[in-house]
């Protein structure tokens, strides 16, 4: 089946930084790609959707300039989380969809500290 | 808008027993139903999906849901479970086939020995 990574599965940064998270789909090319946040022992809020070559749409409520997302290519889409603060600590999950089906990444765990 | 209860925040059964996770969804048209496993420290796996024809579908793992559309419910069961069955199962629904999909609050399952 389809796979989809996730750099770095986790990262530690200090409260003011910025971090970077790429997703891949390594064999399969993804005009879409999804982002979410998960809490612990929570669900998956979707935070946009983002589209090769094309702006990323942002859900009501995620600070568009504090979780950039970029989607060079059809492969690659990028979340940076700018001057990250503890409250943005999460599980940060992408996914990539074909015309048929949605893959999920394995996730990246973000701590600020 | 779309969106999706699942009723039941935490479930043990025996291993051996049957099983049934209850989803309820919230949504004007005909939805889209998917059913995910995350493991602990794991991505989300499809176990099964709904997009039209049988209202019962069959999944991977020994797993089945049933779209009911009078009860706006889209049930998973499986007639035994395995230790290995031991994770967090989200119900999942969409309003054209995987453009965002909304995931429910999730069910823990424990499996007894």
């Known amino acids: 089946g389809a796979v989809v990574s996730q750099h770095p599965s986790w990262v530690i940064c200090k409260s003011g930084t910025s971090v970077k998270i790429e997703c891949r789909s390594l064999d399969f090319q993804a005009t879409t790609m999804f982002w979410y946040r998960q809490f612990p022992k929570q669900s998956l809020m979707l935070m946009a959707t983002?589209?090769?070559?094309?702006?990323?749409?942002?859900e009501q409520g995620v600070e568009k300039d504090k979780f950039l997302i970029n989607h060079a290519s059809l492969t690659l889409s990028t979340l940076t989380v700018t001057s990250a603060h503890p409250e943005d600590s999460s599980f940060y999950i992408c996914?990539?969809?074909?015309?048929?089906?949605?893959?999920f990444g394995p996730g990246t765990r973000l701590t600020v500290t | 808008a779309q969106s999706v209860t699942q009723p039941d925040i935490h479930i043990t059964v025996s291993e051996g027993a049957s099983l049934e996770l209850r989803c309820n969804y919230s949504y004007g048209a005909t939805p889209y139903l998917f059913w995910y496993v995350q493991s602990p420290g794991q991505g989300l796996q499809l176990l099964l999906k709904y997009f039209s024809g049988d209202t019962l579908v069959q999944g991977i793992k020994g797993f089945e849901a049933e779209f009911k559309r009078s009860q706006s419910s889209f049930n998973l069961r499986k007639p035994s479970v395995h230790w290995s069955d031991a994770a967090e199962y989200f119900c999942?629904?969409?309003?054209?086939?995987?453009?965002?999909?909304?995931f429910g609050p999730g069910t823990s399952l424990s499996v007894i020995p």
């Open positions: 983002s589209n090769e070559g094309s702006k990323a749409t942002y």
């Open positions: 996914s990539a969809r074909d015309p048929y089906e949605q893959y």
């Open positions: 999942a629904v969409g309003a054209v086939s995987y453009d965002k999909v909304i």
